[in-house]
């Protein structure tokens, strides 16, 4: 009786095995295709895995938005899509997960003086003799919401992590200005040759920019990006005319 009682019991753990055998996978895959239709349904897209969700993005669209009524005022509205923001802004999120993702890969920090010091060199905190204000930067300080101050603070951070990924870059490149670079530009543009410095300084700006843009542009092609936002085409914007 009693191994025939220890014999049921194991018989019926050998089964319960199985059938959580056959059961936890289904579980598995079901949640996490639950957990990757949630992503995608906050997202406007996703890059090598990283959501850009869309708090992200309409909050960069009301900045850009902004910005641009500033500058245009009222003509805004009747050139905005011809301006083609929303593609634009979303081809910027996905540059700026790209380059921090990048900067990440190569272990690049941004330490918190070199974000203080970023904060403090806006020309909000300067004097009108255009030195730094000690008391005008507290005073304006005091004054932001902590949200409002983590948020600029957390933009400093990419913006620095995004210039020393790109120093990085084009430093591995050694791109050099030759004297003839330099003698050629001057001859095109008839400027006279006192300018020289400012010339090789400019061209060197110049094909830094161009070697970075064509690093990016290899890199984007290799990275996988899925895109969830719905954007007009040419087409449609063309029939709401």
Do not use: C, H
Request: no cysteine.
């Amino acid at each position: 009786m009693i191994t025939n009682f220890f014999r049921k019991k194991k018989i019926m753990k050998l089964i319960l095995w199985i059938i959580a055998i056959m059961i936890i996978p289904g579980f598995l895959l079901w949640g996490i295709d639950i957990s990757g239709r949630q992503k995608r349904a906050n997202s406007v897209a996703i890059v090598n895995r990283e959501p850009i969700t869309y708090r992200e993005f309409y909050s960069r669209l009301s900045d850009i938005e902004d910005r641009y009524r500033q500058i245009f005022g009222d003509k805004y509205t009747q050139i905005r899509d011809e301006l083609d923001i929303e593609r634009n802004i979303l081809e910027e999120l996905i540059r700026e997960k790209i380059l921090l993702q990048q900067a990440r890969k190569r272990k690049i920090r941004v330490f918190d003086n070199e974000i203080v010091e970023a904060f403090k060199s806006d020309p909000t905190f300067k004097d009108q003799e255009g030195k730094f204000d000690e008391k005008k930067y507290k005073d304006i300080l005091s004054r932001i919401p902590e949200d409002v101050l983590k948020k600029i603070e957390d933009e400093i951070r990419k913006a620095i992590m995004i210039e020393k990924l790109k120093n990085l870059i084009v430093s591995e490149a050694n791109i050099k200005i030759s004297d003839k670079d330099v003698d050629d530009f001057i001859k095109e543009n008839k400027l006279q040759s006192e300018d020289r410095e400012s010339v090789r300084k400019v061209l060197q700006w110049q094909k830094n920019e161009k070697y970075f843009n064509e690093w990016y542009t290899e890199i984007r092609k290799e990275s996988k990006v899925e895109i969830y936002l719905p954007l007009k085409t040419t087409e449609n914007k063309e029939s709401e005319k």
